[in-house]
C-alpha cells in the first residue's frame, strides 16, 4: 500500500544547510501529493511545505518560507525539502506525507501516508 523513507536528517550549525529526501515505494508517484511536516519535542506536529500531485504548485508555512524550497522528482519517486539558513528552531523530527491527487494542505488530515520521520537537529 505504498511505504516513504525519509533520510537526509543530522547535526548541523545554524546558518547551515541540508537537503532532506523522502523515498516513495508502491505508490504511483507522479499522482501523489506530499507534503513536509515536523515535530519538535513537546509540541504537535507543525507544517513546513507542500507540493501539489502534478508540481505546479507549492506552499510554505512563513516559519521557512524563503529558506526552504520543496521539489518533486517523479523519475526518482522522491520528494526533496532543501533547507537554508537554518536556525535552532527548525530543530525537530521531520516526516514526509502524501496523498493520491493531493494539493497542498496543510494539515496532517490532508494525508493518509506517512514516513517514519527523520531527526534535524541545529546548533547554535
Known amino acids: 500500500q505504498g511505504q516513504l523513507v525519509e533520510s537526509g536528517g543530522g547535526l548541523v550549525q545554524a546558518e547551515g544547510s541540508l537537503r532532506l529526501s523522502c523515498a516513495a515505494s508502491g505508490l504511483t508517484f507522479n499522482r501523489y501529493g506530499l507534503g513536509w511536516f515536523r515535530q519538535a519535542p513537546g509540541k504537535e506536529r507543525e507544517f513546513v511545505a507542500a507540493?501539489?500531485?502534478?508540481?505546479?504548485?507549492?506552499y510554505y508555512s512563513d516559519s521557512v518560507k524563503g529558506r526552504f524550497t520543496i521539489s518533486k522528482h517523479n523519475a526518482k519517486n522522491t520528494v526533496y525539502l532543501q533547507m537554508n539558513s537554518l536556525k535552532p528552531e527548525d530543530t525537530a523530527v521531520y516526516y514526509c506525507?502524501?496523498?493520491?491527487?493531493?494539493?497542498?494542505?496543510?494539515?496532517?488530515?490532508?494525508?493518509?501516508?506517512w514516513g517514519q520521520g527523520t531527526q534535524v537537529t541545529v546548533s547554535s
Open positions: 506525507a502524501a496523498r493520491l491527487y493531493g494539493g497542498t494542505g496543510s494539515t496532517p488530515s490532508d494525508y493518509n501516508k
Open positions: 507540493i501539489q500531485w502534478n508540481g505546479e504548485d507549492t
